[in-house]
């Protein structure tokens, strides 16, 4: 089997996946219709051009500017459904997905209405696909505390159809400090705790995520390569990355793939895991981001096999049930 095959082939795990970046462009443009929503755009070709960012910023105003079409349930349901089925198509077994609820709360979308839509479609693709999927609720971080915990409340009542709590947008003066108080409050209602942190911004956001927010997992976090003695308490905690290579290059946090860091960071001994953040934005899913490794770095079976095995391990699955998937 050839390295390609092997990527298509080996059951894999996403766990840095926002359900609005899957939003593809034939979706969007069918939402915008069903809702009369109107749009800057006329076609699927002229979606894709806008699709050229120079930073976290540029992109975020297009993804938020994307979720405006998602008004109803079946809307949440067919996003996820669309995301979930190419997921399949992928053999990824187990996924770990974040949504954004303030996106769609500030704009009068009940939050019964988003949790229902997307809990349908995981119901259905763990009843007809075998995919096994559990949500992490993520908070806005260039809004206050004070509107992550008013979500936080409404939340609560649903809080047995998410895991985990996490914090994303606009990372650079949003450090992870200004949320230390909804991440006790989240850890004392028994959520696992993640947060975007070392993507744009500096190292020392990565140490805070650690230290102030107590969290489990580091989405992203490949600034803490900037400072040695982070990389080595990382490890020795034994914490997670959730890396999301093709995402870095669109973003323009790593010049190139062929400079990516990945593998120096698994090498490092750093528990790197591969993800797609955004597919229907960054160029890709989690297969395309295996295969734009492979083409660029010098990939082999053995790391695809690690990554993999990485996923799993730092996953939120239920710790009794976890053998089952090493
Ligand atoms: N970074 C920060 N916030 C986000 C992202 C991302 O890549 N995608 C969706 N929200
Ligand atoms: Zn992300």
């Given at each position: 089997m050839d390295l390609l095959e092997y990527i298509e082939k080996i059951p894999k795990a996403e766990l840095h996946l926002h359900i609005e970046g899957t939003l593809q462009p034939e979706l969007l443009l069918k939402l915008a219709k069903r809702n009369n929503v109107s749009l800057p755009y006329s076609s699927i070709q002229k979606i894709k051009d806008a699709y050229?960012?120079?930073?976290l910023q540029d992109f975020l105003d297009i993804y938020y500017a994307g979720a405006n079409?998602?008004?109803t349930e079946q809307d949440f349901f067919d996003l996820t459904w669309d995301y979930l089925e190419d997921a399949h198509r992928q053999h990824i077994i187990h996924v770990e997905i974040f949504f954004d609820p303030q996106t769609h709360t500030e704009r009068g979308i009940p939050f019964s209405v988003i949790i229902s839509g997307i809990h349908k479609a995981m119901e259905r693709a763990k009843k007809n696909l075998g995919i096994n999927s559990q949500l992490i609720l993520s908070f806005l971080r260039?809004?206050?505390?004070e509107s992550a915990f008013k979500t936080w409340e409404e939340a609560k009542q649903y809080k047995?159809?998410?895991v985990g709590i996490g914090l994303d947008s606009s990372e650079l003066g949003n450090p992870?400090?200004?949320?230390k108080n909804i991440f006790a409050e989240a850890k004392k209602d028994g959520m696992k705790l993640v947060a975007h942190a070392g993507e744009e911004g500096p190292a020392s956001y990565v140490r805070e995520a650690i230290d102030v927010l107590n969290i489990d997992r580091i989405d992203?976090?490949?600034?803490?390569?900037?400072d040695e003695n982070l990389v080595t308490e990382i490890i020795k905690k034994g914490l997670a990355l959730t890396i999301c290579p093709l995402s870095n290059i669109v973003l323009k946090n790593t010049p190139c793939m062929e400079e990516h860091p990945i593998l120096k960071m698994l090498e490092k001994g750093l528990k790197v895991t591969v993800n797609s953040d955004d597919p229907a934005y960054f160029g890709g899913n989690l297969v395309k981001n295996f295969e734009a490794m492979a083409t660029n770095l010098p990939l082999t079976k053995n790391h695809v096999y690690q990554l993999t095995k990485n996923a799993f391990e730092a996953s939120f699955i239920d710790e009794s049930l976890k053998e089952q998937y090493l």
């Open positions: 050229q960012f120079q930073n079409v998602l008004r260039h809004l206050p505390e047995h159809l998410f992870p400090k200004k949320f992203h976090g490949n600034k803490c390569l900037d």
